[in-house]
């Protein structure tokens, strides 16, 4: 049998506290060595240390053999680089760094450490779409002519994410396509390997949650809103957070009386067109592969349900699939329907990921594998930074050139 690897986590929230559920579920594979998080409750029976900040742990000199990143986006780059420097391999949540400087920095860190960096890309490891990725390969519907990928955000996440949230303002991390769609730009990268991405651009903007569109009367809180005016609009704090409860797991204290205390404290409980907020509420992504095959990624906010889709158009038949199943309809023959067992969160991502980062970690893979790896994951930061910057610049971007 072999003994669990040893990690320290940093960052004890939402992710943070998934990947630490793996080692109680898989303890004869993962042990916990240390937790950092300033404000978490760490679990009472805990038995290693705790730290309240990332440096603190880092600069402890835990015996560990990997580090998992589960901090806020803008502190990924620094921690990763000094986990690097420490000798530890890195479980990376994305974004791998907040720019395309910041990602060539860790891969050089990288390099010069021989260590593995994975980042949290759980779809690829979703039972759901590694059986896609075989449909694809086995050619079935011909030459690929054409991709669309639809991103559905919700009206409700996108409040809460991209209003009143982390991914508020673009100018403290990524932005909402980074933040939301690497996870896409990462399979559309998984699918199109070994093609060439000739020309990107992108298309977006923030329509409806701006000060300008303040319903009248409107409050700067929920809680200080009329009530004529909560009841019309779709963003109310109260009914995104306290009559529905999908939302809730984001809240360390999701208990009725922990949430109406959250709406009346905190940035969740702020009107949507008061939180100076200017990431975009949707955008669109084109790319141009070798061989004229065309990719659209769509990234809607205002949606009813919260989505993934994927229609691949090709010469002899099309596949669709959806967070559920996968649909292959051959021009010639019958259309064939496949609905992958999923269990968990994230599809099943979120615990075959863990499994494959614990095996990756005792297999020790050599420097140059390690720097593989996370070339593939670097491709899709790239191709999203080059879309955002046709989002400012109004150009075309070379698919292969470096952002700025
Ligand atoms: N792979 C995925 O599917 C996926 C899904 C959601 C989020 N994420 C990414 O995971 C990361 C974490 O997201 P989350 O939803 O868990 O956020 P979160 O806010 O729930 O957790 C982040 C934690 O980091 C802690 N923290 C802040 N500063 C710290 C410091 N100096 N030292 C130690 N801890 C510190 C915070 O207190 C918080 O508990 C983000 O970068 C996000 O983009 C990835």
Redesign the pocket.
Known sequence: MNNPIKVLI???????RTYAAYAADHAEDLEIAGL?????TFPAEATYPTWK??EDALASGAKADAVII????H??YAACLKALQAGYHVLL???IGCNWKECQEIRAAQVASGKLVLT?Y?LRYTPLFKRLHKVLEAGVIGKLTSVHVLVEVSYGKSAHAYCRG?WSVEANGTGMLV?KCT?DFDLIVWWMRGRICEKVSSFGALIECRPENKPEGAADRCKDCPPHVRRKCPFDAYKLYYEHTDLRYHFADPSDAGILKMIETSPYGRCVYACGNDSVDHQTVLMLYDGGLTVTLEMESFSQRRARTVHFYGTRGEIIADDEKIVVIPFLGDARRIEPEQHGH?GGGDREIMTSFVELVRENPSPERCTAILDEALESHRLAFLAEESRYTGRTMDGRSDPD
Do not use: M, Q, S, T
């Not at 940093?10 to 943070?16: A, D, K, P, Q, T």
């Not at 950092?36 to 978490?40: K, L, M, Y």
């Open positions: 940093l960052g004890y929230g939402i992710r943070g950092a998080d300033p404000v978490a900040r990332w589960a901090l806020p986006d502190l990924h949540e994305k974004p949290g759980v982390n933040n996870h994230h």
